[in-house]
């Protein structure tokens, strides 16, 4: 059984930061590519960023220069370093195994003054 469990969420002001984790159980961590995603109310689930199991990033260009996703292959885990947070940042941020059905169940980001 696949889990992707989502923590470190929470609120925070304009220009803080939060860093999100995404620990994985099973064999998929080791396999495939992980990705952040995020759903703000009322919107679609969009890609933030993901990272191949050698270490290849790719960004939406909303967060570029802000967000950063790495990995640790050793501890199963990826993770989301959210910098100059802004409001329209506020969504629900979802872990997923790329190319896969697995699916964290989310953590809520929100940011406001």
């Known amino acids: 059984q696949v889990q992707l469990v989502e923590s470190g969420g929470g609120l925070v002001q304009p220009g803080g930061s939060l860093r999100l984790s995404c620990a994985a159980s099973?064999?998929?961590?080791?396999?495939?590519?992980m990705g952040w995603y995020r759903q703000a109310p009322g919107k679609q689930r969009d890609l933030v960023a993901t990272v191949t199991n050698g270490g290849s990033t790719n960004y939406a260009d909303s967060v570029k220069g802000r967000f950063t996703i790495s990995r640790d292959n050793a501890k199963n885990t990826v993770y989301l370093q959210m910098n100059s947070l802004k409001s329209e940042d506020t969504a629900v941020y979802y872990c997923?195994?790329?190319?896969?059905?697995?699916w964290g169940k989310g953590t809520l980001v929100t940011v406001s003054s």
């Open positions: 099973g064999r998929i961590f080791s396999i495939y590519a």
């Open positions: 997923h195994g790329v190319g896969t059905l697995y």
